[in-house]
């Protein structure tokens, strides 16, 4: 896996939470929302079917696994997940806890107003609550 790049697109709308068996968390910097992004760490991925049928079960793993939990932190009342790719090609899944009232609801989020960046003591302690969470997933993920 030390042949994995993260497209620049990614790596500037977002920021790392952790890695997981198979994927890169990171953040999007979008405070609207709890917001993630699942990469998995192969080269050349673009579709879940480019992965082999043991890393598409791990994705799965991993994408329900942390939704459930993002969920219950945030008091969420729908997970959306989703693979679009359209505008960044390397294959990602936003992971996605929605609220009645948030500013899409209950519309999808994407291409609604612009993005609201997190003030950085806010970041910090999103991240910082993320890693703590994902930290006690770890063992059931793996």
């Not at 209950?106 to 890693?131: C, D, F, K, N």
């Given at each position: 896996?030390?042949?994995?790049?993260?497209?620049?697109r990614l790596?500037?709308?977002?920021?790392?939470?952790?890695?997981?068996?198979?994927?890169?968390?990171?953040?999007?910097?979008?405070?609207?929302?709890?917001?993630?992004?699942?990469?998995?760490?192969?080269?050349?991925?673009?579709?879940v079917f480019?992965?082999?049928?043991?890393?598409?079960?791990?994705?799965?793993?991993?994408?329900?696994?942390?939704?459930?939990?993002?969920?219950?932190?945030?008091?969420?009342?729908?997970?959306?997940?989703a693979t679009?790719?359209?505008?960044?090609?390397?294959?990602?899944?936003?992971?996605?806890?929605?609220?009645?009232?948030?500013?899409?609801?209950?519309?999808?989020?994407?291409?609604?107003?612009?993005?609201?960046?997190?003030?950085?003591?806010?970041?910090?302690?999103?991240?910082?609550?993320?890693?703590?969470?994902?930290?006690?997933?770890?063992?059931?993920?793996?």
């Open positions: 896996m030390s042949d994995f790049v993260l497209d620049p790596e500037q709308d977002s920021r790392f939470i952790a890695d997981l068996p198979l994927c890169q968390v990171r953040l999007m910097n979008d405070a609207r929302y709890a917001w993630v992004l699942l990469i998995p760490r192969r080269q050349d991925t673009v579709e480019d992965l082999d049928d043991s890393d598409q079960s791990q994705l799965w793993r991993e994408a329900t696994g942390l939704g459930q939990a993002l969920k219950q932190q945030v008091a969420g009342d729908k997970l959306n997940l679009l790719g359209n505008v960044v090609s390397q294959l990602h899944v936003h992971v996605v806890v929605r609220k009645r009232g948030d500013d899409a609801w209950p519309g999808p989020i994407w291409g609604h107003g612009q993005a609201r960046p997190y003030h950085s003591e806010v970041m910090s302690e999103t991240l910082e609550r993320l890693q703590t969470m994902i930290a006690s997933l770890r063992s059931s993920l793996e």
